[in-house]
């Protein structure tokens, strides 16, 4: 299970609204803040996460700015 959040910290208590953000490295992840733990989530098949509009959205319209990972051999 993914709990790597470092931009965002949950707050202990929730509040009226769902606090999301994105995975700083998968845009089709973001996370759920739910009593102080941040929640993995994965958008369905093609979507990535749109963190301007907190929803699932076409990619193109995500406009994700996820860092790429690349392993050196």
Same mark, same amino acid.
């Given at each position: 299970?993914?709990?790597?959040?470092?931009? =965002?910290?949950? @707050?202990?208590?929730?509040?009226?609204? %769902?606090?999301?953000? #994105?995975?700083?490295?998968? &845009?089709?992840?973001?996370?759920?803040?739910?009593?102080? =733990?941040?929640? @993995?989530?994965?958008?369905?098949?093609? %979507?990535?996460?749109? #963190?301007?509009?907190?929803? &699932?959205?076409?990619?193109?319209?995500?406009?994700?700015?996820?860092?790429?990972?690349?392993?050196?051999?």
């Amino acid at each position: 299970e993914d709990k790597f959040t470092p931009f =965002t910290s949950c @707050p202990e208590v929730n509040g009226k609204e %769902l606090i999301l953000f #994105p995975h700083p490295t998968d &845009c089709h992840m973001y996370y759920v803040c739910n009593h102080g =733990t941040a929640l @993995p989530r994965r958008c369905p098949s093609s %979507l990535h996460f749109n #963190p301007d509009k907190k929803v &699932c959205d076409w990619p193109e319209s995500a406009n994700c700015k996820a860092r790429v990972l690349t392993l050196q051999p």
